[in-house]
């Protein structure tokens, strides 16, 4: 069989235990939402392929046991990582507070160039918010990655977070192996070109 | 079909019937008479399609032109050669498509103006609804899919069920296996494949060398179990690293489905607190039973009062107790020898029961009354005793001394004077009970020779790490000399100044 992907990024949902990582993972793969909370004993992965800029990249997402005495076990598996999304919860100031700890875990364990990027989850939950949006802004802005506030609950923002961070990492790749971009915009012709008679006579079965 | 819409044109050379009733004559004559209706009852592609032995499912538009063959080329008269065919309409065109209402005929015509040849050609319209790819539908649709399929991919990936992530082992003893039962159940849609990962953390091992996982792989068919047996057993090897708390009773190991996750199961415990593995300096500051002290805190009690700090600041300091010549865990094994095993034959090699033995180590760990068991399992437990000090009865840092002295008594003395107090007391002690033992050796048949092998093991132990790393022939050497060293007690009188 063909391969039905172009490439394939690993990326890795790291924070604190409870907030919201598995959650996170099942909405962006199943769009779907358990409000029972069973902890994660381990380094359990899931795909969703997506379409970015004509190709079809294939995300394999790493979740994590966020609990303390799984670190030094868990942080060896930052080393293969394309991309990790940090979560914390917005209403649980010690998950936000320990987004610093996170980071210099990820400096000593996960490759150099990997990409970043800082949720603050559960924005759902406006009545309870202990962790202002401004805040979470100002910690990205610091270490210079994207922020963005989700919710595993009502969907809000998840896929766009994954798509985001996909996409800085295909930049970076475009960046790279600047010969590809030539390939990028050939194959574009030719999906477009493809689509009318291929899948018109594909379809029609 | 792979086709949505099927055109079939050409001279298919279909003729009308001619019979004895239906001459070529007739038929030309009904021709110019636009009979067609009539002719067309003759006509051989429609009585096939009728029957069904040619084009079942095509259709053709109603024919309202005369046959299109044969002229006599370059006129519009019928052929008028020796042959005279009889006209027929060869020249058709068909049609087909899976949902006919796609199509809609305009037109069929014939064209008679055409005279080159002996055929007039035929035309027709057709209007046809075609399907056409709209772009954002079409995109999310394959996005539908995709998702669809990832889906399903995520779904056969393996699952498991496990009876516990954790497993904890309280109140471990010295050298008794523990065995506690991980059962794996498949509950996924496919067989697993399971094994245990090697962590950085324990030098990639797969688990500490205290804990052994059996099997530690294993294929699951679905819906079946598999149980993996989990065990503790902290023997000599190892728990002077626990005395020591370098190393505890925690471990986490990581069960990885081969395609799929890692789980993490946590192994935890505690260790009863045991002379076993212990040193000669603390035991001696262990005045009630070394169960009563904590695992680890062993440790501290020596390291507060050694024997010389304490002579200095016993009154001021801490009133403890002036500590003891030898532990008495070792006073109380070689007592009970002396009491009772002076005339054993084989005191040494029996071994005695596992189940004893088991007893006698919890009766010296905990003060019980009286050690009850065979003299064989005693000794046995006495040699355990000695080889898993911390540090054995003549210290390493002296080992390769008593070698290079083995061959000569003298030499031999004067290392024992090298040795710290306790070690010297020790030696001493346990060298007056073996000659204790050789008095007897009419009764117990032991000789000097095998005693010194036997005790020159166990009194000047190698470490594990030495032991891995000399070659057979090396570690032979060794031990010759060490017994050889122990021997000169045995057959000198060189401890008499000491006692
Ligand atoms: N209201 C709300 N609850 C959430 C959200 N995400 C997760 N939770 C709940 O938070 C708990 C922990 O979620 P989980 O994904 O297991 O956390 P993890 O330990 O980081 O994987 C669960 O009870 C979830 O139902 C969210 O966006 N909104
Ligand atoms: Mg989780």
Same mark, same amino acid.
């Given at each position: 069989m063909a391969k039905t992907y172009d490439f394939l990024f690993k990326l890795l949902l790291i924070g604190d235990? /409870?907030?919201g990582k598995t959650c996170i993972l099942v909405r962006f793969s199943e769009d779907a939402f358990n409000s029972t909370f069973i902890s994660t004993i381990g380094i359990d992965f899931k795909i969703r392929t997506v379409d970015i800029e004509g190709k079809k990249i294939k995300l394999q997402i790493w979740d994590t046991a966020g609990q303390e005495r799984f670190r030094t076990i868990t942080? +060896?598996?930052?080393? /293969? +990582?394309?991309g990790i999304m940090l979560v914390y919860d917005v209403t649980n100031e010690k998950s936000f507070d320990n987004i610093r700890n996170w980071i210099r875990n990820i400096e000593e364990n996960a490759a150099a160039d990997v990409e970043k990027m800082i949720l603050g989850n559960k924005c759902d939950l406006e009545e309870s918010r202990v962790v202002s949006r401004e805040r979470g802004q100002l910690l990205a802005e610091e270490h210079q990655v994207k922020f963005m506030e989700t919710s595993a609950k009502s969907g809000q923002n998840v896929e766009t977070a994954f798509l985001n961070l996909a996409k800085d990492i295909k930049n970076k790749m475009d960046r790279r192996n600047p010969g590809d971009d030539m390939g990028t915009s050939q194959s574009n012709v030719h999906v477009t070109a493809g689509d009318s008679s291929g899948s018109g006579g594909g379809c029609a079965c | 079909m792979d086709h949505n819409f099927i055109i079939w044109m050409g001279d298919l050379n279909y003729r009308i019937q001619t019979s004895v009733d239906f001459s070529t004559e007739i038929i030309k004559a009904l021709a110019d008479l636009y009979q067609f209706n009539k002719l067309l009852q003759h006509d051989q592609l429609q009585q096939q399609q009728k029957r069904g *032995?040619?084009?079942?499912?095509f259709k053709e538009p109603p024919i309202d032109f005369k046959p299109t063959y044969k002229f006599d080329p370059s006129t519009n008269s019928w052929d008028s050669s020796e042959k005279n065919r009889a006209p027929a309409w060869c020249d058709r065109i068909l049609y087909y498509c899976d949902d006919m209402s796609y199509i809609k005929n305009l037109s069929y015509l014939s064209h008679? *103006?055409?005279?080159? #040849?002996d055929h007039k050609p035929v035309s027709a319209t057709f209007e046809l609804q075609v399907k056409v790819v709209v772009p954002d539908r079409e995109k999310q649709t394959i996005d539908e899919i995709s998702f669809k399929l990832d889906k399903l991919y995520n779904e056969t990936l393996p699952q498991v069920e496990l009876n516990s992530y954790e497993f904890k082992f309280e109140k471990v003893k010295f050298m008794v296996e523990r065995t506690q039962v991980l059962k794996v159940r498949n509950i996924g849609h496919r067989p697993v494949q399971l094994g245990f990962k090697p962590t950085p953390d324990k030098q990639?091992?797969? #688990?500490?060398?205290?804990l052994s996982i059996r099997p530690d792989k294993a294929l699951i068919l679905t819906s079946e179990e598999v149980s993996i047996n989990l065990t503790v057993n902290i023997d000599s090897d190892h728990v002077t690293s626990f005395n020591k708390r370098t190393d505890s009773l925690d471990d986490i190991l990581v069960l990885n489905l081969e395609g799929g996750k890692d789980i993490f199961i946590s192994v935890s415990g505690d260790l009863l607190s045991?002379?076993?593995? #212990?040193s000669l300096e603390t035991l001696i500051h262990v005045h009630t039973y070394v169960r009563e002290v904590p695992t680890g805190q062993l440790l501290d009690l020596s390291m507060s009062s050694s024997w010389e700090e304490y002579d200095s600041q016993a009154l001021s300091v801490r009133k403890a107790p002036p500590p003891l010549d030898i532990p008495k865990e070792l006073y109380r094994l070689v007592q009970y020898l002396l009491d009772h095993g002076l005339n054993a034959t084989a005191l040494f090699t029996d071994g005695g029961l596992s189940s004893e033995r088991e007893k006698i180590r919890d009766t010296l760990d905990t003060g019980g009354e009286e050690l009850v068991g065979s003299v064989y399992s005693v000794a046995a437990v006495l040699l355990t005793f000695l080889r898993s000090l911390e540090d054995p009865v003549v210290p390493r840092s002296v080992h390769q001394r008593c070698m290079d002295a083995s061959n000569n008594p003298t030499l031999c003395r004067q290392v024992l004077l090298q040795m710290a107090e306790v070690h010297r007391r020790c030696f001493v002690f346990i060298v007056t009970f073996l000659k204790k033992l050789l008095e007897h050796s009419q009764e117990n048949k032991m000789d000097a020779k095998v005693l010194a092998s036997i005790f020159g093991e166990v009194l000047m132990n190698s470490t594990r790490e030495e032991k891995l790393s000399r070659n057979k022939k090396t570690l032979s050497q060794i031990n010759k000399k060490k017994m050889t060293f122990l021997y000169q007690f045995l057959a000198n009188d060189l401890t008499v100044n000491y006692k």
């Open positions: 235990s /409870g907030v942080t +060896a598996y930052y080393r /293969g +990582a394309m | *032995e040619a084009f079942t499912h008679p *103006e055409m005279i080159i #040849s990639d091992r797969i #688990s500490k060398p205290w045991t002379c076993f593995g #212990s």
